[in-house]
């Protein structure tokens, strides 16, 4: 009994950072201190979007600085390096064309075009796993919110967003033909209802052996354990499988001005709600694949824990975890070195229009001070070490 207790307790997940080159960790150390700092990244949130409307030159200063450690590059090609670094220590990539939403058709088609190559970039490179989807840069976002809202579309409206839903078909039916995972991005409460049903009938459509296309769970909400229910229970009657990747909510501040109760004011609310859907889809495992999309060591912790004890292996296909790069390393580099599935979701895209992917990371880490200073405390450990090493 007590050698038992002993081997559960060998068993749990210690988070260590990676080892690596010295020119690495320093701009890590230094993009995270300036993060931590809110005032800075108020005053450089504003001065960038300033700097991107007057189109004043500021591309390389963040180029080598926030954009390198965020993102993979502004191409498929600049993104190689990233993404076989993080291949070399069993980190596959989850490819994310990040760029700002315009609501014009050109760029609909555009970004349709790009993540149709991206498709092939993950068929051809073994080292990447899927890729990701974010609806407003398919589908105009105020199409998606008078649908939500059920508002009724005229003629032409009409015709503009059954265009974007195609081509969110489109791409998924190259990953399904391709055998590749699409994961489409939960967004503002405003636009979720279409992107529901939108995700609900691509995965009808293209999961009906495995899972290929993922619907995303903002567990912040108050309604969505009750809408994995619903998930759950339609692919039980309907026979296809859900794809979840579970989130806590990338929008809390603004959804919770709305004041209508539609997230959880209460952060323990919010991570009560997240270990709950872990807990339901692994109970639901032979109809769910999960993407457990958080940089929370409890709530990694947690999945490790409920697939042990339910003797699910590992490496299970169904099961994976994953962080946005730049952003907890000793999470990736533990679980993979664990045999778990795991990847970072790897951004690219010209630096111009990533500038508020860039903002919103560094607005989330601002927010988010006892988790940064650990991994603070953890990069400057690991110079450290390596300063010592270098130096016997
Ligand atoms: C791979 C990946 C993919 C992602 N994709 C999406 C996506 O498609 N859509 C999306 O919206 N986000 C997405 N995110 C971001 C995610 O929703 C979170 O904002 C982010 O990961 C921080 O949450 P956490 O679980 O990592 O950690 P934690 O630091 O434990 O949690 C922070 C989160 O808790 C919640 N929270 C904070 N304060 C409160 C409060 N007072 N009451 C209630 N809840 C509170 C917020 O959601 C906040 O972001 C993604 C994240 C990852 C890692």
Redesign the pocket.
Known sequence: MLSDIENMENEELHFMYPQKPEAELQNAYYVLKMLSNPLIVSFSSHLALFALRMHLPIGFAIKHTIFKHFCGGETLKESQGAIEKLGQSGIGT?LDYSVESMDSEAFFDSTMHEILDAIVHVKENPLVNNL?I?PTGLVSESLLQKTSRGNALSAGEKARFVAGVGRIDQICKAGAEMGIEV?I???GSEDQDAIDEIALAMMKKYNTEIALVFT?L?M?RTDRLAYLDTLVAKAQKESFKVGV?L??????ERE?AKGKNI?????S???DA?NKALDSCVGHIDHIAI?N????EE?TRYLTEIMREKGIAKNDHRIHF???YG??DHISYTLASEGYNVTK?LPYGKVKQVIPYLIRRAQ?NSS?AG?MSREMAMIAEARRSAKQSRNT
């Open positions: 989850t990701a974010k994961y991005d939960a967004e995303t903002q912040y990747k989130v806590r909510g990338a929008y809390w919770s997230v959880f004011e209460r952060k609310d919010t991570d997240f993407c999309a958080t940089h929370n709530s994953s962080q946005l952003m907890s979701y989330e988010i988790q």
